[in-house]
């Protein structure tokens, strides 16, 4: 990064000159050395890693986990070609935030006005009803699978949640969802444990019945359950809530790009585990709640080693995710109607960022624990995501043109790939979506 973009930069976000966003003209060159860039890279990871453990939640391992049952390996391939689409589009939060210093939703209307400042609300506050609903439907299954009721599991999750979040700081609730995602691991574990065959994985993955109604509607539910818009809100909000500058900037790209790497491998073990056991045993069976993904994957893994390893990452998923689609909402709230909003105010301090970070988090869980049968939705949730793609995707590149300073602002080549990106991944959410639905004939 040259000095000369530090100093737009620096100017954009109206710092002064005794406050600089970069390092000072001829500091010290042990400065830059390599373990200087491993401490800057370790003291600004966290908001990419923690949205993209978020983006493998409880209705992406089900959507994941049904894609590999009806479609043996023929959606793997999907997954990897996710990830740079998924890195593009959350890079752009990165720019953002650290060029502007302000959330989304703020930014939305400063930019375009209150109007669509609050469409793109309501989206969100779409998006993160489907999701809590989902994440709370899979740690009440979690639950049961040991015989617990929901009226014990969904009250001390809620009670969990409430005090990680209640510790104004946002560095205490990022490490805490970190370590909870981190349990996203043991999907790795089941997918080596199921002993998938290599040469069935590679004529399945090269073959792409595209002409299939059923196929495309979870292609569709598989690009909705990696951009989501909760994801923009959270780490753009993050990002400017932990206060990273100019000379973070390479370090966030790279904790994004980990993460988006990461949240792709997990759902593709999911799929692999679930198409290599239940997909050649009984590929008709029904996957649509944790219980009966657990359930069906007993037989190969053992009722133990299943019910442990398995609800082990659900309940990563499903915690994680429920802490950033809260926040999501809280901050992207905040950010249109202008109450305060900070994890690093105490919750006497930001009464209705707090308030609606609890108001998400408690009537989720009692949704969940008086209407049961909503886990039904988990893969209609997943397309539902992918139809607000448009909205999304089309502030963001907007946003990306009109609201940087020059030298980090979208232009030449690279506007014109992550243009043809976002129109393709749109384009076959949408389309996806409509046709598996019946609704295209």
């Not at 040259?2 to 100017?11: H, I, V, Y």
Request: hydrophobic fraction near 55%; include cysteine; glycine fraction near 12%.
């Amino acid at each position: 990064m040259t000095t000369s973009a530090q100093a737009a930069l620096a100017a954009s976000r109206g710092e002064s000159r005794g406050e600089p966003a970069g390092e000072p003209v001829g500091a010290p060159a042990a400065r830059r050395q390599p373990n200087r860039r491993l401490v800057r890279f370790l003291a600004v990871f966290g908001p990419g890693l923690v949205v993209m453990l978020a983006d493998t939640d409880v209705g992406s391992v089900i959507t994941a986990g049904q894609s590999g049952v009806q479609w043996g390996y023929r959606l793997l391939a999907l997954q990897f070609v996710l990830i740079p689409i998924l890195y593009v589009v959350q890079e752009l939060t990165v720019r953002l935030g650290i060029c502007t210093g302000r959330g989304h939703g703020e930014l939305i209307r400063e930019t375009f006005g209150p109007a669509w400042a609050w469409v793109s609300a309501a989206g969100l506050g779409i998006a993160t009803l489907g999701a809590l609903l989902t994440e709370f439907s899979g740690v009440a299954g979690v639950g049961e699978l040991y015989g617990l009721p929901r009226a014990l599991t969904l009250p001390i999750a809620a009670a969990t949640l409430l005090a990680v979040v209640g510790t104004g700081s946002y560095r205490r609730v990022e490490r805490a969802a970190i370590f909870v995602g981190l349990f996203e691991l043991a999907f790795f574990y089941i997918a080596w444990a199921a002993h998938p065959d290599l040469h069935a994985l590679l004529r399945g993955a090269a073959s792409i019945p595209l002409g299939n109604q059923a196929y495309l509607y979870l292609v569709a539910a598989n690009i909705g359950a990696v951009i989501m818009p909760w994801m923009v809100f959270y780490q753009q909000s993050a990002i400017a809530d932990k206060r990273l500058r100019a000379e973070h900037f390479v370090a966030a790209r790279w904790d994004t790009a980990l993460g988006a790497a990461i949240t792709q491998l997990v759902m593709a073990a999911v799929l692999i585990a679930c198409a290599a056991t239940i997909g050649t045993a009984t590929p008709d069976a029904s996957l649509n709640t944790v219980g009966e993904m657990a359930g069906a994957l007993t037989p190969f893994l053992g009722t133990a080693v299943g019910n442990a390893v398995f609800g082990a990452g659900v309940l990563g998923a499903g915690m994680v995710a429920a802490i950033v689609a809260s926040l999501a909402l809280a901050w992207g709230l905040g950010e249109v109607s202008g109450y305060r909003r900070s994890l690093e105010y105490h919750p006497l301090e930001a009464r209705w960022f707090y308030g609606v970070y609890a108001v998400c988090v408690i009537g989720g869980c009692l949704v969940v624990g008086f209407w049961p049968d909503l886990v039904a939705l988990n893969v209609g949730v997943q397309v539902m995501n992918a139809l607000l793609l448009p909205v999304v995707l089309g502030f963001l590149i907007a946003l990306a043109r009109r609201a940087l300073p020059a030298p980090y602002r979208l232009r030449g080549g690279y506007y014109a790939l992550v243009l043809a990106i976002a129109a393709l991944t749109c384009g076959l959410g949408v389309f996806g979506g409509f046709s598996g639905a019946g609704l295209l004939g």
